[in-house]
């Protein structure tokens, strides 16, 4: 979108390996972009990719990725298909599919998401929620719709029907 | 019925051989047409809405970018097929719409491959390439859904359509040190906050980019708005997305 006649900032595959502060980003699919120097208030919604440098205040909701920079400062909840993040939320943090926590990143807020990658060097502070553990919680009623299921032989469920047929028998 | 609405410029001498072949290639392909020269004062919108009444079918704008804005900020309420030669220098629009400049663009309006175009109106008006708010104490809220204001007052806003917007840091420089490109089927805004004062110039951040259906903005004083090179003095504007307002001959290379 930009053309600068310096070199660009952008490149083409996301790595976890570069510094948190370049985290790279496809440049065709950028479609908001909230500067340094920028204040939004209120619900920041938009149907394509979000990039926020400055803050936030409210919410920000989008339909695919958001990158929060380094140096961004949101006090807002975030709901989003991916999410990458290198600044500061307060908030809570909703995420569809995959969360990436950089090493500059500091998150105050619950965390939800089905996948996750944190770099050494991030600070949390919240409750982080997974789809799919397998492990019964104790004192916890399962959720229903959760990934989770405890599979049992096909024999055993028989074997198990046919006594509790002979219980009904009797 | 095919009607060209000419510009003023292209009376100049250096216009002639181009005009003739373009007018020679229009014979050819049996698309020639009435030949309208427009004047500073002529009402673009009252002599397209005559040529309907008298049967014209597609409307031709020969010029550049200026003439396009200018002819279609007036004419977009017109119920008739718009097409675009454009000629000479200062023709960005054309390249989105992915139609050559001088002769080669009568094999596109031969091939008549019409989209419906979305069009930007401000308060009273509709702009086509794009509008201007220079850098002024503006806060500018978004599909009445959230607000956006700069840190430290001042901010340069644009809104593309269909033209690109080139920043110069200085005056006199040939390239260009930014450039944003309008996306396709969307109004865009550029933010543009200022974030210091240097010795001779103000200094500015890289733009902050908004897609957007309608846009309020507000100053505490009156700002400057340049819509297609029409300039205004407003306190209060709302932009919005005008859908398919205009139907028009496109090529096959356009941008969108």
């Known amino acids: 979108m930009f053309q600068k006649p310096s070199a660009s900032n952008f490149s083409s595959s996301p790595s976890f390996d570069e510094e948190p502060t370049r985290h790279t980003y496809e440049q065709d699919s950028v479609e908001t972009v909230v500067g340094p120097s ?3 208030e209120g619900d920041f919604t938009s149907e394509g990719n979000i990039i926020i440098k400055g803050s936030v205040t409210g919410s920000v909701e989008t339909s695919q990725t958001v990158h929060i920079e380094q ?7 975030v709901k989003a298909a991916n999410a990458v993040i290198s600044g500061q939320v307060k908030g809570n943090i909703r995420v569809a599919e995959k969360l990436e926590i950089t090493s500059s990143a500091q998150i105050l807020g619950d965390v939800y998401c089905s996948s996750l990658a944190v770099q050494p060097g991030a600070l949390i502070q919240g409750k982080i929620s997974m789809d ?3 492990i019964d919680v104790p004192g916890e009623k399962r959720r229903v719709g959760a990934r989770a299921r405890t599979r049992r032989p096909v024999e055993d469920t028989m074997s198990l029907e046919e006594e509790g047929g002979d219980e009904d028998t009797v | 019925m095919y009607v060209y609405l000419y510009d003023n410029f292209l009376r100049q001498k250096k216009f002639d051989a181009v005009i003739k072949a373009v007018e020679t290639r229009l014979t ?9 020269r427009l004047q500073h004062y002529t009402s673009a919108e009252a002599v397209i809405t005559d040529e309907i ?15 396009f804005g200018q002819v279609l900020s007036h004419a977009a309420t017109c119920d008739t097929t718009f ?4 000629i000479g220098p200062d023709n960005t629009i054309a390249e989105v719409l992915g139609i050559p400049v001088g002769v080669g663009a009568c ?20 702009f086509i ?37 080139y920043w110069f840091e200085k005056k006199r420089s040939k390239t260009p040190d930014l450039v944003v490109h309008p996306q396709d089927g969307k109004l865009e805004a550029f933010l543009r906050p200022m974030i210091g004062k240097g010795i001779f110039k103000e200094v500015y951040e890289d733009p902050s980019i908004f897609p957007f259906e309608e846009m309020l903005v507000t100053g505490s004083k009156p700002f400057v708005v340049m819509a297609d090179g029409k300039q205004s003095k407003e306190t209060k504007i709302k932009i919005r997305l005008a859908k398919g307002r205009i139907r028009m001959i496109v090529g096959k290379e356009r941008r969108f």
């Not at chain 2, 050819?28 to 309208?36: E, N, R, S, V």
């Open chain 2, 83 to 86: 097409g675009f030669l454009p």
């Open chain 2, 53 to 67: 009444k008298r049967g014209a079918k597609t409307v031709v704008i020969v010029g550049n970018d200026a003439t």
């Open chain 1, 71 to 77: 140096g961004a400062r949101i006090n807002a909840s």
């Open chain 1, 38 to 40: 920028m204040n939004v």
């Open chain 2, 28 to 36: 050819d392909y049996g698309i020639a047409g009435k030949i309208l």
């Open chain 1, 132 to 134: 799919g553990l397998d």
């Open chain 2, 129 to 165: 390439s794009q509008l201007h708010i220079p850098p002024s104490d503006i806060e500018v809220q978004y599909d009445e859904r959230f607000r956006v204001s700069a840190k430290y007052g001042k901010m340069e806003l644009v809104v593309c359509n269909l033209q690109p917007f």
């Open chain 2, 107 to 126: 094999d596109m309006l031969s091939r008549r491959r019409v989209v419906a175009l979305d069009i930007g109106w401000m308060n009273n008006r509709y």
